[in-house]
C-alpha cells in the first residue's frame, strides 16, 4: 500500500479480553516498530523487528504483550488478559530498514479497556 | 520505557509568533530528529540532525543539534494556525538502534 496501514483504528474491549492489533508496513519496509501512546506522555517504544533478525522486545511492559512478524511483513501484537491501564494509541511504524531516520507511521489504534 | 524530556509540555501562542522548544537527554545520541504529530495521525518527519553544533532548517523550522549531544533545539518562526500538534525529538541510541521519542510538546496556535 501506499502507507502503513493499522487496523482497527479503535477498539473497546473488557477488562481481562485480550486483542489483537495488526499493522501492515509499506512494502519493501525490512524495519518495523510498535509505540505506544498514551494520554499527556510521549511515545514508548514497545518492540521492533529488523529482517530475520531476533526482534528487539526490550519494551514491551509485561509478558501478556507480544508481536510477531509473518513473512517480514504484517505484524500483529497481542495484549492478553487486557487491563484498563493497557488504554493507549498504539502506533506501528516501519521503516527502509533498522537505521533509517525516516519512520512512516500509520495512524494508530485507540484502545480502550472498560 | 526509556524517554527523553522535552519543554514545554504545552505551549499556547498567538500567530505570527516564534516558538522554542527543547530535548534533554541523559546518555549521548548520534542522531538526533524531530518529529511532528497532527491530531489523529502518527507522527511525520521534520528534520534530523547528524552532527554535535549542526543547525539545520527546513522552511520555517530550524533545528540545532546540541554540542554535548545531550540535547536539541527546534524553533519555528512566525507561527500559522496549521503549526497546531504535538512536536516530538527522537534520538538513536547507537548501542541498540532504537529510535527513543521524547515526551512530547503540545503546540496550540490561536488565529
Known amino acids: 500500500g501506499a502507507g502503513v496501514s493499522q487496523s482497527p483504528s479503535n477498539k473497546v474491549t473488557e477488562k481481562g479480553k485480550d486483542v489483537e492489533l495488526r499493522c501492515d508496513p509499506i512494502s519493501g519496509h525490512t524495519a518495523l516498530y510498535w509505540y505506544r501512546q498514551s494520554l499527556g506522555q510521549g511515545l514508548e517504544f514497545l518492540i521492533y523487528?529488523?529482517?530475520?533478525?531476533?526482534?528487539?522486545k526490550s519494551g514491551l511492559p509485561s509478558d501478556r504483550f507480544s508481536a510477531e512478524r509473518t513473512g517480514g511483513s504484517v505484524s500483529t501484537l497481542t495484549i492478553q488478559r487486557t487491563q484498563q491501564e493497557d488504554s493507549a494509541v498504539y502506533l506501528c511504524?516501519?521503516?527502509?530498514?533498522?537505521?533509517?531516520?525516516?519512520?512512516?507511521f500509520g495512524s494508530g489504534t485507540q484502545l480502550s479497556v472498560l | 520505557g526509556q524517554q527523553l524530556n522535552q519543554s514545554p509540555q504545552s505551549m499556547f501562542i498567538q500567530e505570527g509568533e516564534d516558538v522554542s522548544m527543547n530535548c534533554t537527554s541523559s546518555s549521548i545520541f548520534n542522531t538526533w530528529l524531530w518529529y511532528k504529530q497532527d491530531p489523529g495521525e502518527g507522527p511525520v518527519l521534520l528534520i534530523a540532525?547528524?552532527?554535535?553544533?549542526e543547525l539545520t532548517s527546513n522552511g520555517r523550522l530550524t533545528a540545532q543539534f546540541g554540542i554535548t549531544r545531550k540535547d536539541s533545539f527546534l524553533n519555528i518562526s512566525a507561527s500559522i494556525p496549521s503549526d497546531v500538534g504535538i512536536y516530538f525529538c527522537?534520538?538513536?541510541?547507537?548501542?541498540?538502534?532504537?529510535?527513543?521519542f521524547g515526551t512530547g510538546t503540545l503546540l496550540a496556535v490561536q488565529p
Open positions: 527522537a534520538g538513536r541510541d547507537g548501542a541498540t538502534n532504537k529510535l527513543i
Open positions: 511504524a516501519s521503516s527502509l530498514d533498522i537505521a533509517a531516520e525516516k519512520l512512516f
Open positions: 540532525l547528524y552532527k554535535a553544533g
Open positions: 523487528f529488523q529482517g530475520n533478525s531476533a526482534p528487539d
